[in-house]
C-alpha cells in the first residue's frame, strides 16, 4: 500500500539552529517525492521535489532533502532556521501525473 | 501565470443545503484533483481526472458529494445535503507532466457548515 509517515507531529526549535524534518514512504514502484509547506490559512507551496538523479535536492527557501532508497526516507534539512519557516510541512509521494499521497504533516515553531 | 483558482474562499452554510465550490485548473495542465483538509483526517485525496474523465474517485465520501468536471478549464465539487462534518478546506490542484508532475494547488474553499 502507499503511504507516507512523518513520525514528528510537532518540532520546536530556536531560531538559527539547524532543523530535519523526517518523512518514511511506502511506494511500490519508484516514487516521485515532495515536500510543501501550509503557511496558516494558506494554500500548499512545494518547496521542492525529487524524481529522479542526484538524491540531494535543492529547494526554495534554503531547503534541501535526501533521497534515501536503502531506508525509503525523503528526509527534509534546512542549515539555519528562521522565524518566517514557522509553518506546516507535508511529504508526499507519488508517479507522475497520478495522484499524491500526503503524510499527516509536521508543524515547526520557531523561537527567537 | 495564474495559479489554480478557486471560488468561494470562504463560505458559510447551514447545514441541509447544497454548496457548490468551483475550481479553474492552470491553463494546460491536464489533470486535476479535489483534495480536502480537516485537523482529524489531514489532506485526503477526494477524486481526480484526467483528460476531464474521473480516474479514481474512492476518496469521495458518500453519496452526497459529486465531482464534474465538463471541461479543461473548469471543475465543481458539489455537496448536497451539507452536513457539519463537512466542515474542512478544499483545495483543487492541477498538474502536468510538462509541469515535471508537480501538483500546484489553490489557496483553497474554507466551508463552515452550520
Known amino acids: 500500500a502507499q503511504s507516507v509517515t512523518q513520525p514528528d507531529i510537532h518540532i520546536t526549535v530556536s531560531e538559527g539552529a539547524s532543523l530535519e524534518l523526517r518523512c518514511n514512504y511506502s511506494y511500490g514502484a519508484t516514487p516521485y517525492l515532495f515536500w510543501y509547506v501550509q503557511s496558516p490559512g494558506q494554500g500548499l507551496q512545494l518547496l521542492l521535489k525529487?524524481?529522479?538523479?542526484?538524491?540531494l535536492v535543492q529547494g526554495i527557501k534554503g531547503f534541501e532533502a535526501e533521497f534515501k532508497r536503502s531506508q525509503s526516507s525523503f528526509n527534509l534539512r534546512k542549515p539555519s532556521v528562521h522565524w518566517s519557516d514557522a509553518a506546516e510541512y507535508f511529504c508526499?509521494?507519488?508517479?507522475?501525473?497520478?495522484?499524491?499521497?500526503f503524510g499527516t504533516g509536521t508543524r515547526l515553531q520557531v523561537f527567537p | 501565470d495564474a495559479g489554480v483558482i478557486q471560488s468561494p474562499r470562504h463560505e458559510v452554510t447551514e447545514m441541509g443545503q447544497e454548496v457548490t465550490l468551483r475550481c479553474k485548473p492552470i491553463s494546460g495542465h491536464n489533470s486535476l484533483f479535489w483534495y480536502r483538509q480537516t485537523m482529524m483526517r489531514g489532506l485526503e485525496l477526494l477524486i481526480y481526472?484526467?483528460?476531464?474523465?474521473?480516474?479514481?474517485d474512492s476518496g469521495m465520501p458518500e453519496d452526497r458529494f459529486s465531482a464534474k468536471m465538463p471541461n479543461a478549464s473548469f471543475s465543481t465539487l458539489k455537496i448536497q445535503p451539507s452536513e457539519p462534518r463537512d466542515s474542512a478546506v478544499y483545495f483543487c490542484a492541477s498538474n502536468t507532466a510538462a509541469s515535471g508532475n508537480t501538483i500546484y494547488f489553490g489557496e483553497g474553499s474554507w466551508l463552515t457548515v452550520v
Open positions: 481526472f484526467n483528460n476531464n474523465v474521473p480516474i479514481d
Open positions: 508526499a509521494v507519488g508517479g507522475g501525473t497520478d495522484k499524491l499521497i
Open positions: 525529487y524524481f529522479s538523479g542526484d538524491t
